[in-house]
């Protein structure tokens, strides 16, 4: 009876003891909350409990297992004792961490609701979302370093490598160099005031607001939705825009192609009465200009401002659909119009319409066997020649002449017009004849 006991005291002592003072860590946590409103770290030390609970019960049970005095643990005492001392360390780290968490998010969150420059704000929640992730990567090599060095094996080979710590360092320098060049380039983008999460960047011809920075690299989200992932390291070696550096004001600027009869004066009213409507604009500055002029159209720049880059892109969209319907409707002689008039001839008649403007011959580059019925003969007599032409190419009918041609066209010159291949050309000496081509 006392066998079967022993087991059930330890481990169900272990596991009572251990909710009974998780749960009054959290009840003096909620008063301590409930107290003091000016700071959330007590609440967000209420987080820790889970962790706290799991070391205090594997610490109970690595100090009490021997004393079940069961067969099977005596038997595995080595392997059941290593693996409760890697449960403690890893949950131990795991507290830690939760314990850092709740600190500098909490300083974070006091400095921000004392801070109205939103700008720091960014800057120290990048810095505070760095410190934590070095933290985080600090307690976790420790973590792993402390659990490896509780086997026997390991402690050797410890040893050994720290007295070749020298070569080894320089081994992975080189092959981590791309890692650490990152790694060095989180540090300065953090505490440089470089980029902050929550600007607004250009990168690579995209724009978007930095939404998290780690130790190697940076998530960009753009304005529709999407993310783009690039290592720190870009930004401390290429050139980008940050819209939000030095404050997060914005001028924009919104160009019309108007007609050069465009009312300027008036389009300088009806802006000053749109942005007067509408809510995105801050009211610093506006203006409108002729800032340049074609054959066909002149160009005219709006320029607004606005707070920020959310904003000024509102205010150019409003400016630009209200001015362009403002002017549809009052005044459509200033949209841009292209203008069309009949073509002048060219002076020697030297493309008449159809060529029947005079009598000049036609170039041979003029005249084809599809169109040679349109061109006049120079005897005078046009539609009978035409009419020849016409029977012999096209009709199969032909009246006999009495010198080896029919209707001015001999047979040959008839073949050849049949056929396409062959020009008419008109006669030079005012008979009516052909000629091959």
């Known amino acids: 009876m006392e066998n079967a006991l022993r087991p059930l005291t330890v481990v169900g002592g272990s596991v009572v003891l ?45 100090g009490s297992y021997r ?150 690299f940076l998530a960009v989200r753009t304005w529709d939705e999407r993310r783009i992932t690039m290592p720190v390291s870009y930004f401390t070696s290429k050139p980008f825009e940050n819209w939000s550096r030095g404050g997060a004001q914005m001028t924009g600027t919104v160009f019309f192609h108007l007609d050069h009869s465009a009312p300027v004066s008036l389009m300088r009213e009806k802006l000053r009465a749109v942005l007067a409507d509408c809510a995105a604009w801050d009211g610093r500055d506006w203006s409108l200009a002729v800032t340049d002029t074609t054959p066909s159209t002149i160009q005219v720049r709006a320029v607004v401002t606005a707070k920020d880059a959310d ?50 011959a036609p170039r041979a580059a003029e005249v084809h066997s599809n169109n040679a019925d349109e061109y006049p003969l120079q005897d005078g007599t046009p539609d009978e020649a035409r009419d020849g032409t016409r029977g012999g190419a096209g009709h199969g009918t032909a009246r006999n002449n009495g010198d080896g041609s029919r209707n001015g066209v001999s047979d040959g010159t008839r073949k050849s017009a049949r056929d396409g291949r062959v020009a008419v050309r008109p006669p030079r000496d005012g008979s009516p004849r052909t000629g091959r081509g």
């Open 18 to 62: 251990t909710l009974a003072v998780g749960y009054l860590v959290d009840l003096l946590l909620r008063r301590a909350d409930a107290r003091h409103h000016e700071t959330p770290l007590w609440g967000l030390l209420r987080r820790c409990r889970l962790p706290l609970q799991v070391v205090l019960l594997t610490a109970l049970l690595r």
């Open 311 to 360: 904003d000024i892109w509102t205010v150019r969209c409003v400016v630009r659909e209200q001015m362009i319907a403002w002017l549809c409707e009052k005044h459509p002689y200033a949209l841009p119009r292209i203008a069309t008039a009949p073509a002048t001839l060219p002076p020697d008649g030297q493309w008449p319409e159809r060529g029947k403007a005079d009598g000049r």
């Open 67 to 216: 004393q079940t005095q069961w067969a099977v643990i005596e038997e595995h005492e080595t392997g059941i004792g290593q693996g409760l001392s890697l449960v403690l360390i890893g949950a131990s780290a795991w507290l830690v961490v939760r314990i850092a968490a709740a600190i500098v998010e909490s300083s974070y969150a006091r400095y921000a609701s004392l801070t109205r420059d939103a700008a720091r704000v960014r800057r120290v929640r990048t810095q505070v979302t760095l410190i934590m992730r070095i933290v985080t990567a600090v307690v976790a090599v420790v973590a792993a370093a402390a659990m490896l060095l509780t086997f026997p094996d390991f402690r050797a080979i410890g040893t050994s490598m720290l007295a070749s710590a020298g070569i080894i360092g320089i081994v992975a320098g080189v092959a981590a160099q791309s890692t650490l060049g990152n790694l060095f380039a989180g540090f300065q983008i953090a505490f440089g005031d470089m980029v902050r999460i929550g600007d607004t960047v250009v990168v690579d011809g995209e724009w978007g607001v930095v939404e998290e920075v780690t130790l190697t």
